[in-house]
């Protein structure tokens, strides 16, 4: 287990270090921020759909390495998705992150996102690396409003 723990730690620092799709998108379909005052981190959330699917994802902003590498592997995952299958990836993110799923009966649809399994074991950092999913979903419901983890 201990190799394993390295790998997800390898592409956390990866993630955090060189961000995917980590830039300003021009007539988005959706924007919205996500806050987290506990840790400080601050992300813009930009959502382009292509039908009923997902064509694009982008975001800016600061915050910890968690919130910044789970924002940018959130983009590069979602990225096709349709709307269905996006909430299914929030559910199941979320389950794992607090330990209410277990990452192991779904290796083959997490892929790089079974990373944050060891979250679980951190609860003051679940909220940094569900920040960038909660702001997607409230993209997904119309939302309006900034999202804020308190
Ligand atoms: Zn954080």
């Avoid at 290796?107 to 679980?120: C, D, M, R, T």
């Amino acid at each position: 287990m201990g190799e394993i723990r390295d790998l997800y730690q390898e592409v956390i620092l990866d993630h955090n270090k060189h961000p995917r799709n980590f830039h300003k998108m021009e007539n988005a379909d959706s924007t919205l921020d996500g806050y987290n005052p506990l840790c400080g981190d601050h992300y813009t959330f930009y959502l382009k759909f292509d039908g009923d699917s997902i064509g694009e994802v982008s975001f800016e902003g600061s915050g910890c390495a968690i919130s910044k590498a789970s924002a940018s592997i959130m983009s590069t995952v979602l990225k096709g998705k349709s709307r269905e299958e996006a909430e299914t990836m929030f559910e199941l993110f979320t389950g794992i992150v607090t330990g209410k799923i277990d990452p192991a009966e779904h290796i083959a649809e997490l892929g790089k996102l079974a990373a944050f399994a060891g979250v679980s074991e951190f609860p003051v950092r679940v909220k940094c690396a569900t920040l960038p999913w909660h702001t997607m979903h409230g993209a997904l419901q119309g939302k309006n409003d900034n999202i804020s983890t308190e």
